[in-house]
């Protein structure tokens, strides 16, 4: 038996002792049923977020920016809702 047979029995041994040792499984909780509301209140719509200082940055045309700030504080120079994934920084 070469030295990694044996490293290889010793971590199955102890693996197997393990899951021997082990409590059984926890029971599964029973679904929570959902918390019904009130029916005088209903749910608020959320607040509109002002737009992002754009026009301080913005080309000479009617194009507004999309406003997308990164980490490092720069503006995102593409049009207001770019259909691209990504943002262009300056």
Do not use: F, W
């Not at 909780?29 to 209140?41: D, F, K």
């Not at 719509?45 to 720069?74: I, V």
Request: aromatic share 2%.
């Amino acid at each position: 038996m070469s030295k990694m047979d044996g490293l290889r029995a010793m971590r199955e041994a102890r693996y197997a002792a393990a899951r021997a040792a082990a409590p059984a499984k926890k029971a599964e909780r029973p679904p929570v049923a959902p918390r019904e509301t009130p029916a005088g209140t209903a749910k608020k719509a959320p607040a509109k977020r002002a737009p992002a200082k754009a026009a301080a940055a913005a080309p000479s045309g009617s194009e507004e920016l999309c406003g997308h700030r990164n980490m490092g504080g720069k503006t995102c120079t593409r049009e207001q809702g770019h259909a691209a994934k990504s943002h262009r920084y300056s």
